[in-house]
């Protein structure tokens, strides 16, 4: 069974600093997916990582997938209030499964204070 | 832009009532799926359903059914609400593909409350 963890659950950080949100899967997988969620609203997609080494960069978030690893890293540069959200990682189930659930991963509730 | 509307946003029912959540998207995709999210547990899959009458159980499909009779409407039915129900409920969509999921676009979600 394909388990997915985040960490950390709870990040409380200070704008204008650095910080990265890690994702471990238990199996191999080759597609990860990183979702935000703002307060009150839905998820929306942030990123799809497609192989190993995938790299993918939008504004003040990159997102990198280390398959061998069974790792994404979602980096935070200089962090902004408005970057304050929870952010999910998602995986594919293994390559060669008959299924077709991502299997997500508990969330990371950010806060970025002023 | 991909657009996957639930209908109700809050809804607030009585213990034994039978409940239809409805979804309805407008991007002609094929998957369509069923998530609860509850604090400290993340998403939960309760149905999914890659095409028109077909569904497949997720992690979570009990005391919970769904129906899709057209290709852009996904019903998620609590037959009989119990309170351990409550819970966001969020839809969501997204093209097949023979080897992959695709990214899934969500719905702004229906906050059910059972007392």
């Known amino acids: 069974e394909l388990k997915v963890e985040q960490n950390p659950l709870f990040l409380s950080m200070q704008e204008g600093k650095n910080y990265t949100i890690y994702c471990n899967y238990s199996t191999t997988s080759d597609r990860l997916y990183w979702y935000r969620q703002d307060p009150g609203k839905s998820l929306e997609s942030l990123f799809v990582l497609l192989s190993n080494g995938a790299v993918k960069q939008e504004g003040r978030l990159m997102a990198s997938l280390d398959t061998k690893a069974r790792l994404s890293t979602l980096h935070i540069t200089a962090a902004v209030h408005d970057l304050s959200a929870t952010y999910f990682c998602?995986?594919?189930?293994?390559?060669?499964?008959?299924?077709?659930?991502?299997?997500f991963g508990k969330g990371t509730l950010l806060t970025v204070n002023p | 832009d991909v657009k996957v509307t639930q209908s109700s946003r809050y809804l607030v029912k009585r213990t034994g009532e039978k409940v239809f959540l409805e979804c309805v998207q407008d991007m002609d995709h094929e998957n369509m799926f069923w998530y609860r999210q509850d604090p400290g547990l993340g998403l939960r899959l309760i149905y999914f359903?890659?095409?028109?009458?077909?569904?497949e159980k997720g992690d979570i499909p009990e005391g919970y059914s769904v129906s899709r009779e057209k290709k852009e409407r996904f019903s998620l039915i609590l037959e009989s609400a119990s309170t351990n129900q409550t819970s966001m409920y969020l839809c969501a969509s997204s093209f097949f593909s023979q080897l992959y999921n695709e990214k899934l676009f969500f719905g702004s979600g229906t906050q059910l409350s059972v007392l």
């Open positions: 359903s890659y095409d028109v009458k077909m569904k």
């Open positions: 998602a995986v594919d189930p293994p390559p060669g499964s008959s299924n077709y659930k991502l299997t």
